[in-house]
């Protein structure tokens, strides 16, 4: 019963309530498989993958015929940095399920592929068996990084565009379906600032995805009074309850519109409250949610002494490493990754509202940095964002990839590595294939026509 409640609860996004749940489902000495696993379900959607962890081997060992839990754990795994572990999870999926497309997508972001040792024959042959358009996603994108791994990075483009060409036409994207949403946050900056709630303990951490979010904060969460909450979506949920809108999305443009008559303080009490049940006690910490660059001139009417740090990156590097990336298609606020084209038009109206919230929003409490420069220059960047947090400087900051707190994100295998430089104009081995949005990028000015 409480595994099951708790269950519920998550999905609702009332994860303390399902936290204690899980907790209690715990204590009652369970005995099935499924009741174990359901209470990983329930920790590692609450951000707890350690906690959960415990409970998927559990569920392993008395089922190891299913193939959803082997899936699970070597999830959890993967987010924890224990890649040797998480593969085996998953190749135990795939052996028990040969299509379970999910799996065969986390084995090729966690498993370097090579001429000699290559998964390429296996995912070739399923993806023609595949009808499904997310399917076709999951193992396109697994197939484009296989050959990226063997420098073949045409081949590897021409899988991406096979990979999405049939969600696209599905979906029938174009940028004129967020316009919108940009309109609406460019005109929340212009709005005068109110008395929001005082508590400086967040540092925001907003931006493109894939655009150097996860490192920045595990810089800065290797700081002794610093600890990250991961991506959390409280803050638009806040937003959202306080608005009332009936809009089905979250973050939306009636929602960011609705704003300009709600009670700020009362959000950034409502978003602390939250938060603080993910990181109870630390003096500070992050909220690593790329997509709340949409709000942060709400987030800081609603937090004013809250840090917002925004990540930068050549803008074609941008598009590359979004067009590379497989974001899950439930959401539709990544919808644009699915085309080159609609990547650069999105690009464009990020720089213009970036550049927007510059004009408006206090240099002590928004800043830009740029993912070129903290290649270029560790330490001065590290040491420039510390202080910008009003934070004492701690060399740990420098030694982020010993930080051994999970990470739930496309990054969690790169972060555990040293800094290293060869994302740095990558567009470059793909220019030819990415002439879609080069051609988009030139004529907004972001680039010169020559690339």
Not at 244 to 269: K, M, N, W
């Amino acid at each position: 019963y409480h595994a099951w409640r708790g269950r519920s609860l998550i999905a609702l996004n009332r994860r303390s309530e399902a936290i204690a749940a899980g907790q209690q489902a715990a204590s009652c000495q369970p005995e099935r498989a499924q009741t174990f696993d359901t209470i990983g379900v329930i920790f590692s959607r609450a951000g707890l993958h350690g906690q959960a962890t415990a409970f998927y081997r559990q569920a392993c060992a008395r089922a190891p015929e299913r193939a959803d839990y082997w899936y699970n754990l070597g999830t959890a795994e993967q987010f924890q940095g224990h890649f040797e572990a998480a593969e085996r999870a998953l190749r135990e999926t795939t052996r028990l399920v040969p299509g379970h497309v999910k799996a065969w997508s986390g084995l090729l972001q966690i498993v370097p592929q090579s001429a000699a040792h290559n998964d390429i024959p296996a995912l070739e042959a399923l993806f023609a068996q595949l009808n499904d358009a997310d399917e076709r996603l999951y193992i396109g994108h697994a197939l484009a990084k296989a050959h990226e791994d063997l420098g073949q990075t045409d081949e590897a483009m021409r899988w991406l565009a096979r990979a999405k060409a049939r969600k696209k036409a599905e979906i029938g994207y174009s940028f004129a379906h967020d316009a919108p949403l940009f309109a609406a946050a460019r005109d929340s900056a212009h709005r005068p600032g109110g008395e929001g709630h005082p508590d400086q303990a967040p540092i925001f951490i907003v931006g493109l995805p894939r655009t150097g979010t996860t490192l920045v904060d595990r810089i800065l969460s290797s700081h002794s009074q610093v600890v990250s909450a991961g991506e959390l979506t409280d803050f638009s949920l806040a937003l959202k309850r306080a608005t009332r809108t009936p809009s089905p999305y979250v973050l939306d443009a009636e929602t960011l519109r609705a704003s300009e008559q709600v009670d700020f303080a009362g959000i950034g009490r409502a978003y602390m409250a939250s938060a603080r049940r993910i990181v109870p006690q630390a003096p500070r910490f992050i909220d690593k949610m790329p997509l709340n660059f949409l709000c942060a001139p709400l987030i800081h009417r609603a937090l004013p002494n809250a840090r917002i740090i925004c990540l930068r990156r050549h803008p074609a590097d941008s598009v590359l490493s979004n067009y590379r990336q497989h974001f899950a298609t439930e959401f539709s606020y990544y919808n644009y990754a699915l085309d080159l084209a609609e990547a650069g038009e999105y690009y464009a109206a990020f720089d213009a509202l970036i550049t927007d919230y510059r004009q408006y929003l206090p240099a002590d409490r928004f800043t830009e940095v740029s993912y070129e420069a903290i290649v270029a220059d560790l330490e001065s960047e590290a040491r420039r964002l510390v202080a910008f947090c009003g934070l004492d400087w701690e060399s740990a900051c420098l030694d982020f990839h010993r930080n051994a707190a999970p990470v739930a994100t496309a990054s969690s295998a790169q972060v555990r590595q040293p800094l290293y430089s060869s994302s740095v104009g990558r567009w470059q081995r793909y220019r030819e294939a990415l002439g879609p949005a080069l051609d988009v990028l030139a004529r907004h000015g972001l680039i010169a026509t020559d690339g």
